[in-house]
């Protein structure tokens, strides 16, 4: 297995593509050859932003610079920043992908900003790309780290529809992001999980936020707006119930169901075991409510003491209770928090070590 996919590569687990592929979708192959096409691409800019950047990667926040949105059309080639299409300011265009993507990118930057105080996705304010229509009938959407930018297919209309005119794909691509800021955490096994994980509970908590709903009427589901009549299921994930969003889903909801299995396979599982962490937040989330639980998981994720680049999913759980004690003193939540946060990841089978 090359290295180009040890890390995050579209919305859409190339598993499923895979599976499409190999009975003869010739639009998920075309999707699978854009994507091996694009990583390639992010590995030699990558390899020249670690020789340029190394120590140069700040987290202070900077509240006098506001992140101003542009909205790019591919026109159905696969090149970025192909022909402006909306920009910050500018009244709605004449395309509805258009200005949905602007709206999305500006509903994610709000929630960073009043629910986490956080500028923009490098935590200063960066101003945030997209580009729509990228490649035609593209059965994905990415985040780009080497560009910092959001690249958002339209689907080939029959297995999936609309990537770029759903709220949780475009949030869920740019946690992606701010992952990639806050602590790089490796796109292979638990450490992998745990970034695809961070993604889902900020695609999550956005799509509520922006419809209104409540951690008890949300449905929970990842990526429901985007499947189209011919996928077998009604979403790619279940945060509730992992494993059920569609037939044959290999999501996981409990440890004792996880294991080291080649890198080769999702990047050592990724997108299947990240359902126990998800489960666990859900099951948060349910007591706490969404959005304190997502200001403790953001918190958490940012104790670089805990979450190392290779954490495993008891680091998670070791620097939410660390976050959580902070949080309390701090009055942004209950007492309970603690219990809360033990007893859920209890129920999906991860436990503090115990020292004799
Ligand atoms: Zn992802």
């Not at 670690?50 to 591919?74: C, F, M």
């Not at 009427?217 to 494993?243: C, H, N, Q, Y």
């Not at 003491?305 to 998670?316: E, M, P, S």
Request: glycine share 8%; aromatic share 8%; charged share 25%.
């Amino acid at each position: 297995m090359s290295e180009h996919f040890e890390r995050e590569e579209g919305f859409i687990p190339k598993y499923i593509l895979e599976e499409l592929a190999e009975k003869g979708d010739e639009d998920a192959k075309r999707t699978l050859a854009g994507m091996q096409e694009l990583a390639m691409k992010e590995d030699q800019v990558k390899k020249k932003n670690i020789e340029s950047q190394a120590g140069n990667n700040t987290l202070e926040a900077n509240a006098s610079v506001y992140p101003k949105r542009g909205v790019y059309d591919s026109q159905g080639t696969g090149e970025l920043q192909h022909k402006l299409a909306r920009q910050e300011g500018d009244p709605p265009n004449s395309d509805q992908v258009v200005n949905l993507s602007y709206d999305f990118c500006g509903k994610t930057l709000e929630y960073f900003k009043l629910m986490l105080n956080r500028n923009s996705i490098d935590g200063n304010g960066m101003d945030v790309i997209s580009n729509v229509h990228f490649r035609k009938d593209y059965n994905n959407a990415v985040w780009l780290p080497s560009q910092n930018q959001l690249a958002l297919g339209d689907g080939d209309g029959k297995r999936f529809i609309n990537l770029g005119r759903s709220i949780d794909v475009v949030a869920h691509e740019m946690a992606h992001g701010v992952t990639e800021y806050v602590n790089h955490l490796d796109y292979t096994r638990q450490s992998g999980a745990l970034n695809e994980h961070f993604s889902d509970v900020i695609g999550t908590a956005v799509q509520q936020y922006v419809k209104g709903q409540t951690a008890q009427t949300a449905d929970w589901l990842i990526g429901d707006e985007i499947v189209g009549s011919e996928f077998r299921g009604k979403a790619l994930r279940s945060m509730k119930e992992p494993g059920t969003a569609y037939f044959g889903d290999r999501q996981v909801a409990h440890f004792s169901k996880y294991m080291d299995i080649p890198l080769s396979d999702d990047g050592g599982g990724v997108h299947y075991f990240s359902g126990i962490p998800n489960k666990a937040f859900f099951l948060a989330a349910m007591q706490l409510g969404t959005d304190p639980a997502t200001l403790l998981w953001y918190t958490a994720l940012h104790d670089r003491g805990t979450i190392r680049r290779d954490a495993k999913f008891v680091d998670l759980l070791k620097a939410l209770l660390i976050a959580a004690e902070k949080l309390i003193r701090q009055g942004e939540l209950p007492q309970s928090a603690i219990s809360v946060v033990t007893s859920a990841f209890s129920e999906v089978g991860i436990l503090l070590p115990v020292h004799a």
